[in-house]
């Protein structure tokens, strides 16, 4: 299994990106799927997370400005980015639970990160 996170740039204060991440590879189903950061020095924290059923939650600080979403026919998540700030640098990694067969054990899997960086 492979996830490839893409959409991460340089951006201005009040702008938008749209991050993607697929996975692919030998995959039976995925549950949650979930967006998290690093900026540099910070441990990593989560951002977003969305269900297999559409149930969401962010961080506090990005409620109302990033919103995740997900395409289960074509297994990617997105986060899309709005209002950014410079406080949201940071290299953004995708997560998902993947069952690679039926009556497998559910994996956590992790994309290479994308760098989002918010600066004029």
């Known amino acids: 299994v492979q996830l490839q996170a893409s959409g991460g740039g340089l951006v201005q204060p009040e702008g938008s990106l749209r991050l993607s991440c697929a996975a692919s590879?030998?995959?039976?189903?995925?549950?949650?799927m979930s967006w998290y950061r690093q900026a540099p020095g910070k441990q990593r924290e989560l951002v977003a997370a969305?269900?297999?059923?559409?149930?969401?939650n962010y961080a506090d600080s990005v409620k109302g400005r990033f919103t995740i979403s997900r395409d289960n026919a074509k297994n990617t998540v997105y986060l899309q980015m709005n209002s950014l700030k410079p406080e949201d640098t940071a290299v953004y990694y995708c997560?998902?639970?993947?069952?690679?067969?039926?009556?497998?054990?559910?994996?956590?899997?992790w994309g290479q990160g994308t760098l989002v960086t918010v600066s004029s």
């Open positions: 997560n998902a639970e993947i069952k690679q067969r039926r009556f497998g054990a559910k994996g956590g899997y």
């Open positions: 590879g030998t995959i039976f189903s995925i549950d949650g």
């Open positions: 969305i269900t297999s059923g559409g149930t969401t």
